[in-house]
């Protein structure tokens, strides 16, 4: 078995890795990476779809989905994934291709194909292509996402995708019980940090939502769409949080694509409560209205790019009374960036001072350190470790440190690699 690495080799974003069981090619994943201001987006190295036996999506997330289309301008592959990750795929490469018009190499027949020869598949049920048989595991990092176990000719191969080990609320923690593997393709994101637990930020935001709503305020929470504004609004309702819970945007969709998915969530019993519970905003007319007595408002976009996220800021960020909460990663260059460095925000061309509270709070849906070093103690076996979809530093140190403390023979590969086993 052999594997190439196409992209997330030292970065964050366009996963791709072409598994090669004698001569059955199995794709895992084909992302794309945004280009930072005005620069075109970049891509995983190109395959022929025809020389591909099956394409494996592990979740929805743009970095790992986002190019899947570009195999389907004429190709016709089986795309595997959780039907959760197929519907969620779909919805967010529509809207990336809504956002960013002609920069990318397919349109809407091809995300229409990629449907046509999606194969939809539950955790643990194998699939046997020619000489390879994958299964998915449950990653804990987002509704669907998964891991991958490929096996061929005795030899086993374990991609992490995107892991949060321990769940959240919404998702039960990752699935370990994987016996023994000869080929770890690892996530590095967090290799690095250390995150407060989960519990603790929960904690701080509602006792903040509390104080803002006890000085007659609004709280502004600006989230990623899936599923952080799922949860969100599910950990209100658990500390029994009475006030009104406004949702809006996208994050609509994403709770339709849920509800129809309840069994890939830890509790669907409180995640139908919370979303039933909270007022749904469809229309301009129904957002001012809606705001007219304290409350949270969730709506995307994380980083306040673009969106209702722009007209809510415009409304609450100038008033003591209002608190914003900023529960998602905020990039570079980003608003959300730069509320928090700066306290400003642009409207109209100009930087205002925001005098709406403003607090940050850790709810990454990725493992952090410790997480992904207790993971890597779990490993059975001897595994060749590949240490990927990090910045340099952290695939470099992970790498290292997983073959100091383990013993096991590790690379922190750059594209264009190929590892045998
Ligand atoms: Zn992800
Ligand atoms: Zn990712």
Known sequence: MDVKILGAANEVGRSGFLVNCNGTKLLLDYGVMFGRRGTPPQYPIHVKPKDLDAIIITHAHLDHSGNVPSLFVSGNTDVYATPPTMD??????????KIEKNAHPFGLPEVNNMMKNSKE????????KGNATFEFRE????????????????????????????????????????????LLITESTYAKTQQIPRKESEAQLIEFANEVMD????????????????????????????????????????????????????DPKIFSEAIKSSTAIREHAERKRAMGEPCVVISPAGM??????????????????NGIALVSYQGEGTPGKKLLDTGKVSTRGKDLNVTAEVKQFQFSGHADRTELFD??????????????HGDSESCDMFAQEIHEKFGFETYAPVVNDEITV
């Open 88 to 97: 969620l795929s779909k919805m967010l490469i529509e809207d990336m291709l």
């Open 304 to 321: 306040l790019v673009g969106g209702n996220a722009v007209y809510y800021l415009q409304q609450l960020a100038f008033d003591s009374k």
């Open 375 to 388: 993971m890597i103690k779990k490993i059975k076996g001897n595994p060749k470790v590949l240490a990927v």
């Open 121 to 128: 598949i539950g955790f643990k049920q194998k699939v046997t």
């Open 139 to 182: 990653s804990g990092h987002v509704i669907g996402g998964s891991t991958v176990l490929v096996e061929s000719e005795k030899k086993r191969l374990f991609y992490t995708g995107d892991i949060k080990t321990n769940g959240s609320r919404m998702l039960r923690e990752m699935d370990m019980d994987i016996g023994e593997i000869d």
């Open 215 to 266: 000085r007659k305020g609004i709280l502004f929470i600006p989230s990623f769409s899936v599923e952080r504004s799922q949860e969100m609004a599910c950990i209100l309702r658990s500390a029994n949080f009475k006030h009104k819970i406004i949702m809006d945007g996208m994050a609509l969709k994403v709770n339709e694509i849920m509800f129809r998915h309840p069994e890939y969530l830890r």
